[in-house]
């Protein structure tokens, strides 16, 4: 039985609903578990070095290093590329916690950069101005899978010998200019957190880099940075892409196209069926994997609680910025007025490949009906 809303008689529609993803994949799931069981190889095995080979032909790139979580794999990207204790990381402040999380484990501190309202993704016009002499990487945000204006944003990290970290949590699949992420070479890190386009049963991680060398480094940062079973390098983390998870993964990826493509459809149908919000725009340079459908609406917080009494799951992304949190209270005050207006009014409404026409339908009818 699917719950109903109270007192309607109508069933729910969840924000998301990773059951009926899962029931679509049981025996390929159910076979990949009995196979690792069976080859008694639950670390380092033969799936991680596969899903690492496919998952960078997928993104058009060279090395993929699998890790243990997303956190880890923008942590070791900073640590790989010469972040550490004192340096500056020029980021956005309208992300997930964790984007912070992995500029603070760095022992560095981030400086943020107001949003393109429109992308909701780092301002590449008000990037230069948060350059200083400690800045050692740009880390842009690929934010509810809409790519960042990278052709700006990697010109001004030339002029100034920077690299630049892209997170690419949202982003699995999506495009900059026809390519996918990292854009040319550079690097790229991402979550296989359930909830994403290409989501894990558990925790999971990987970076992508055109650069062999940077990716044999981070292939030791990964596993306590050993170069072999008895000889220790440098000092690491022990952050390893589970072997389950990995054949989970190589089972998901051969999905992922057609699971993007049934978001993009339900994007097209939300953007012809919404009223009275702004809808989510792609630029003509982009391909938006809508990871999240993000509406933008002056009464948010009555429509989501609208919503809620039809039986409608919509969710917030994000309602407290970095720069807000009683995390970096210590660092200087400053003002973010596009991020804090987007952190007023957005709201994510239920974008999963499985739901059905009628429910669009019937979500953008909640929608366009709030008082
Ligand atoms: C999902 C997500 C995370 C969470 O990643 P973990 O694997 O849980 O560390 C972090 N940042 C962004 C932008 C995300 O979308």
């Known amino acids: 039985m699917r719950r109903k809303a109270k007192g309607t008689g109508v069933k ?28 008694g190889r639950f670390i380092l095995g033969e799936n991680v070095g596969l899903f690492e080979k496919e998952f960078a032909a997928y993104c058009g790139g060279k090395h993929c290093v699998g890790v243990g979580n997303g956190t880890d794999a923008l942590y070791l990207s900073l640590a790989s590329c010469g972040v550490a204790s004192g340096s500056e990381v020029a980021t956005v402040s309208h992300t997930a916690v964790a984007t912070g999380t992995a500029i603070y484990g760095a ?34 945000v690929h934010l509810y899978g809409h790519p960042c204006d990278l052709s700006q944003i990697y010109e001004i990290a030339e002029r100034h010998s920077l690299p630049v970290v892209e997170d690419c949590a949202q982003a699995h ?44 480094k981070l292939r030791m940062l990964r596993d306590y ?43 097209n149908l939300y953007g012809e069926l919404l009223q009275g919000v702004a809808t989510p725009k792609e630029m003509k340079w982009a391909k938006h994997n809508y990871h999240l459908y993000v509406i933008r609406s002056k009464k948010r917080d009555r429509l989501q609680a609208f919503l809620a009494k039809k039986g409608i799951g919509a969710e917030i ?50 929608v366009n009906g709030c008082p």
């Open 12 to 39: 729910m529609i969840p924000f998301l609903d990773l059951k009926a993803q899962f029931l679509g994949l049981k025996p390929e799931i159910e076979r990949e578990v009995s196979r690792v069981f069976s080859n």
């Open 107 to 140: 022992g560095a501190t981030p400086v943020f950069v107001d949003i393109d309202p429109l992308t909701f993704t780092m301002d590449a016009k008000k990037l230069e101005r948060a350059i200083t002499p400690k800045t050692k990487a740009i880390l842009p």
């Open 173 to 216: 699949g999506s495009e900059f200019r026809g390519k996918k992420l990292p854009w040319r070479g550079g690097i790229g890190s991402y979550r296989f957190y359930p909830t994403k386009n290409l989501g894990a049963y558990g925790d999971a991680g990987a970076i992508l880099t055109g650069d062999e060398k940077l990716a044999g």
């Open 225 to 267: 940075g050993r170069r072999d079973r008895h000889r220790q390098g440098f000092h690491g983390l022990n952050s390893r892409l589970d072997e389950l998870q990995a054949a989970f993964l190589r089972v998901k990826l051969r999905h992922l196209d057609e699971w993007n493509g049934m978001r993009r459809q339900h994007a």
């Open 317 to 366: 992304h994000y309602p407290v910025p970095l720069h807000l949190q009683d995390s970096w209270k210590f660092l200087p005050k400053k003002r973010l007025p596009e991020t804090e207006k987007a952190c007023n009014e957005v709201l994510s409404l239920p974008i999963y490949p499985e739901l059905s026409q009628s429910q669009i339908e019937r979500v953008a009818q909640a």
